[in-house]
């Protein structure tokens, strides 16, 4: 079955400290990722998507299907990208769309 | 005001009843779907529609129900037979072109007493 795995439920690091939060998926089919975020007191949205390959915020995602992985990283954390960040996986030409548990970065003064 | 509207935003039920969670978008979008939040499961997709008249189960439909007669609603009804109704439901939609770039309401938050 399809599925979306994110290890950490809770990422803390201290402020200009590289992150990483990770993102596995299992689907046999071409996959689409994303990452959405929910900041505190707003609506969830979408950060990114690995087709448009950009830089939101300073993060970053890079698909890797020989390690079914979609990690979102940013070289140095600041205090407001602490949030909640959901990876969410599309598969093929379907609409729908699964997500992962999320993980909550909380960076640190 | 463009968007997606969830009403209401917290509803308390007693147990055996059905209750009916409204999404309403403006943003002419096709696709729609009703995502439950639990703490620490992340979103579960319950129901989505792709097209009015037409909807499709998610992971976890069982005690669920929606409908889809016009583009703009989507409209959730939470059954007696769901056996922990007590979440989060949050509403989204997504346009053709761009399918998995969801757009959120705010939520409905559902208590059962």
Redesign the interface.
């Known amino acids: 079955a399809q599925r979306v795995t ?1 290890p950490e ?1 809770l990422l803390s690091v201290f402020k200009g400290a590289p992150v990483e939060l990770k993102c596995n998926y299992s689907y046999s089919g071409s996959p ?1 990722l ?1 990452w ?1 975020v929910q900041y505190s007191r707003q ?4 950060l990114l ?1 690995h087709i448009s390959r950009e830089s939101i915020k300073g993060f970053t995602a890079d698909l890797n299907k020989g390690e079914t992985s979609f990690h979102l990283k940013k070289p140095f954390a600041q205090e407001e990208d602490s949030a909640m960040y ?1 990876c ?1 996986l ?1 598969m093929d ?10 993980t909550r970065l909380l960076v640190r003064p | 005001d463009g968007g997606i509207t969830q009403s209401p935003k917290y509803l308390f039920r007693k147990e055996g009843q059905n209750v009916t969670l409204s999404c309403e978008q403006n943003l002419n979008h096709d ?1 729609m ?1 009703w ?1 439950r939040q639990d703490p ?6 319950i129901y ?1 529609s ?1 097209i009015v008249n037409d909807f ?1 189960k ?2 976890i439909a069982e005690g669920y129900s929606v409908s889809r007669e016009k583009k703009e609603s989507f409209p959730l009804t939470v059954t007696s037979a769901q056996k922990n109704p007590t979440a989060f439901y ?1 509403c ?1 939609s ?1 346009p053709v072109a761009a ?8 939520g409905s938050r559902l208590t059962v007493l």
């Not at chain 2, 620490?40 to 997709?45: A, D, K, Y």
């Open positions: 994110q439920k689409e994303f959405y609506r969830l949205q979408l998507r959901y969410a599309r030409s379907s609409y729908k769309l699964i997500f992962g548990s999320g | 696709a779907y995502y620490g499961q992340g979103l579960r997709l989505y792709q499709q998610g992971d949050l989204a997504s399918r998995g770039e969801l757009f959120f309401g705010e």
